[in-house]
């Protein structure tokens, strides 16, 4: 994955897809994230258009506390979320990207939400470093 600035990486050489996987859901879970939902993109990729791409998921991870109080200051911030997180299969390992929630909320422009994309973005930070 090539760095942009609405995003931070992560990458774990010698570690396998599917133990990439395990960890960032252990280290989300460590921050009070759950994975509300799964994308398995190669698959969906293989029986939509019949085209092979290389292992690749999006999780989306929720942290309800936070979800609550960004959706208590405005209910549109539902359509920015959950946090997505990707793992991806790399020559040399696996490789993971966490959706910077300061940027995903920027479009909110919303000052009661900033304080809750901050915290969301430190929490997603301990878990990205503990990978």
């Known amino acids: 994955m090539k760095e942009v600035s609405y995003a931070f990486h992560r990458a774990l050489p010698g570690t396998s897809y599917d133990e990439a996987i395990l960890r960032v859901e252990s280290a989300l879970k460590d921050q009070g994230f759950g994975i509300l939902t799964r ?41 920015l ?7 991806a299969e790399t ?14 909320l920027d479009i909110a422009d919303s000052p009661e939400v900033r304080p809750v994309a901050d915290e969301a ?10 990978l």
């Open 39 to 79: 994308i398995d993109v190669r698959q969906t990729l293989r029986d939509k258009i019949d085209v092979d791409f290389r292992p690749y998921i999006i999780l989306g991870a929720c942290n309800p506390g936070l979800a609550h109080r960004a959706l208590s200051a405005d209910d549109n911030v539902g359509l």
């Open 121 to 130: 973005e430190e929490l997603l930070r301990r878990a990205c470093a503990a």
């Open 91 to 104: 020559d040399d390992g696996a490789e993971v990207g966490f959706a910077n929630p300061k940027s995903m």
């Open 81 to 87: 979320l959950p946090c997505n997180v990707v793992v």
